[in-house]
């Protein structure tokens, strides 16, 4: 192996190693802004845990991946016009149990 390209490899990995950093934030200070605009991550990642979250307070173990993609959708229009609440405030109004 040519001496220049151990260097390269090496780096490689260290940058492959420094994007899989783990991140962590607390999910109910989330603004719709920051959701909206990708801000902390990937809303559709962020949907994914709240829905999670919400199914396992509900002892629901069950995903309908329909439905999750439907809810994402529709947390994502309520969070346009709403820019100012958190996340966690708008899905407790979209998707209350009454609702």
């Known amino acids: 192996m040519p001496k220049h390209v151990l260097p390269s490899v090496v780096l490689a990995a260290l940058a492959v190693s420094a ?4 991140v962590m934030m607390d999910v109910s200070k989330i603004t719709c802004e920051q959701y909206i605009l990708f801000k902390v991550a990937d809303p559709q990642h962020i949907a994914i845990w709240l829905s999670g ?3 396992g307070k509900r002892n629901n173990m069950v995903v309908d991946v329909g439905q999750l993609k439907a809810n994402a959708e529709k947390l994502m ?4 016009t ?7 405030e708008a ?8 609702k």
């Open 53 to 55: 979250y919400y199914s």
């Open 82 to 88: 709403n820019i100012k609440g958190t996340v966690v």
């Open 91 to 98: 899905v407790e109004k979209l998707f209350a149990p009454d």
């Open 77 to 80: 229009r309520y969070c346009e």
């Open 19 to 22: 994007a899989q950093a783990q």
